[in-house]
């Protein structure tokens, strides 16, 4: 362990075995699966974690042997929750523009969002749908591991001085057309700076369905197949092997010809590419 003198700062020492063993502990006593997280990505959350607690991996597997209970609070520390309304804005502008002119011929949409956090990408979906005219026949699905984010998610419930911010993203996607008129976030949103509020408006609570889900382990969480699913952020945290996994699953998920958007640092290379078209960070099922 490397400390800092005169600073609250500790770097605590992780090599690859003792690692392995903490992930294999967690597995063993809740079938959590990180074995195929991105080592660096699972490292940097590890280092995290073990300063938060103050000990070493093998002293945390010790504690997990002796109170299980606290690898609930350790998988929600390894999961990342970063997100915003309208994140990167230019993948909403050409979803606006290459997505919804298909989704405008279906009579029923059905939308997944993995990986979901605190439920500002479903949220920023349900926006755009409703700007459209389709909210009403679309099925918004959004799934996440970590129980306390999903339960913040279905209150829409975010503080003013963290996420205000982002409604110049909402204004860059949905007001950036200075031909029509501008849409005002009290359509969507009831803000008090005062009271650090930002809330969902009530009409729009309880249009999202949000479940708790693990990714890896856990089947579909629906049998019925998808028009789109958004998962963007999520694969970077995962290695090749487990990328290529999540994708077959996407592939299996969704309907012909219906989409599947990623981040920008995320990819579908090799064997899988062929199964869809590229159109920026869009891509769409083509057989």
């Not at 991996?57 to 309208?86: A, S």
């Not at 008129?181 to 369905?209: A, C, M, Q, R, V």
């Not at 989409?259 to 579908?268: A, C, D, K, Q």
Request: hydrophobic share 40%; aromatic share 14%; net charge neutral.
């Amino acid at each position: 362990m490397l400390c800092l003198k005169n600073l609250y700062v500790c770097r605590m020492e992780i090599n690859a075995e003792d690692t392995k063993l903490l992930i294999s502990t967690i597995y063993n006593l809740s079938g959590y699966d990180f074995f195929d997280y991105s080592p660096k990505s699972l490292e940097r959350r590890l280092e995290k974690i073990l300063s938060d607690h103050n000990c070493s991996i093998k002293e945390l597997i010790e504690k997990i042997n002796n109170n299980p209970l606290i690898i609930e609070t350790i998988v929600k520390n390894i999961t990342v929750n970063t997100t915003e309304f309208f994140r990167d804005p230019t993948v909403w502008i050409e979803f606006e523009e290459k997505v919804i002119p298909f989704l405008k011929n279906k009579e029923k949409i059905r939308i997944w969002h993995p990986g979901c956090s605190y439920g500002h990408e479903p949220y920023s979906m349900l926006m755009m749908l409703n700007e459209h005219q389709l909210l009403d026949r679309a099925e918004i699905i959004a799934t996440d591991l970590n129980s306390d984010v999903l339960s913040s998610a279905k209150e829409g419930r975010f503080r003013y001085f963290l996420d205000a911010e982002y409604l110049k993203n909402f204004d860059l996607v949905l007001n950036r057309d200075p031909l029509n008129y501008t849409i005002p976030y009290s359509k969507y949103f009831t803000i008090n700076p005062i009271k650090d509020i930002f809330l969902i408006k009530p009409e729009f609570i309880g249009k999202i369905k949000f479940y708790k889900h693990d990714i890896i382990c856990d089947p579909l969480p629906d049998t019925e197949a998808f028009d789109v699913i958004m998962c963007r952020n999520l694969l970077i945290y995962f290695n090749m092997e487990l990328q290529n996994k999540m994708l077959f699953k996407f592939y299996k998920a969704l309907k012909l010809n219906s989409f599947l958007i990623l981040g920008y640092h995320e990819s579908i290379i090799g064997s899988m590419s062929s199964y869809f078209d590229k159109n920026g960070q869009i891509y769409k099922k083509n057989k």
